[in-house]
Nanobody
């Protein structure tokens, strides 16, 4: 059974940094793509960043230049480094992986709150 465990969320002041981690276990197929999504109260879930094949990345305009997505294939873990955080970055952040058999799996979500 595939399991995604997220960690690293929390409360941070504006301008601060956080790193989210997404550890994947139990997968028979290799990970093709990993993405981070977020959902703020009253808003739809949106794509924040995605990495495909280990090197190809895309970012939402709102986080480009501030967030960095990466993967460690040896550890089967993905990361989202968030810097220069703003109050509008406050949301629940979700990790999603797409396996090479085209099946998606989601993490449990991690709360990120940016506030002074």
């Amino acid at each position: 059974q595939v399991r995604l465990v997220e960690s690293g969320g929390g409360l941070v002041q504006p301008g601060g940094s956080l790193r989210l981690s997404c550890a994947v276990s139990g997968n028979r197929f290799s990970i093709n793509a990993m993405g981070w999504y977020r959902q703020a109260p009253g808003k739809q879930r949106e794509l924040v960043a995605r990495i495909t094949g280990g090197t190809s990345t895309i970012y939402a305009d709102s986080v480009s230049g501030r967030f960095t997505i990466s993967r460690d294939s040896a550890k089967n873990t993905g990361y989202l480094q968030m810097s220069s955080l703003k109050p509008e970055d406050t949301a629940v952040y979700y990790c999603k992986v797409t396996m090479y058999n085209r099946v998606d799996y989601w993490g449990q979500g991690s709360q990120v709150t940016v506030s002074s």
